[in-house]
């Protein structure tokens, strides 16, 4: 009885099989839409993942005379840069990246 796919082979050991330190399956490559529930019917939209080239100052600014609400940009230690909106906005933020030419496939949106 033969049996050679059972060899001793440690899949992770080399990382250069998965592209050296990049990070595997994290969506990083995403932007991610989501809405949050603060208190009662009040609720909070964030945005995360837009790239390094875009300048979220801006997009903030557009984003708040677009939609009249307020927002933010808040620093996380792990998600990076988030910018927060008043309300629920997740389609206009998904309308108005698509309408400047940021691929809908790149974009997911959460929540209920």
Do not use: W
Not at 27 to 47: E, M
Not at 64 to 87: M, P, R, S, W, Y
């Amino acid at each position: 009885m033969n049996v050679q796919n059972l060899n001793s082979v440690d899949p992770f050991a080399e990382e250069e099989l998965l592209g050296g330190t990049q990070d595997v399956g994290s969506g990083a490559d995403y932007i991610h839409i989501r809405i949050q529930q603060r208190n009662g019917r009040k609720t909070l939209t964030t945005v995360q993942g837009l790239a390094k080239q875009y300048d979220l100052k801006k997009i903030l600014k557009a984003f708040k005379k677009e939609f009249a609400c307020n927002g933010t940009i808040h620093n996380d230690e792990k998600l990076g840069e988030v910018i927060q909106l008043q309300g629920d906005q997740r389609s206009k933020i998904l309308d108005f990246l698509v309408e400047n030419d940021v691929d809908k496939l790149t974009i997911k949106m959460h929540g209920f």
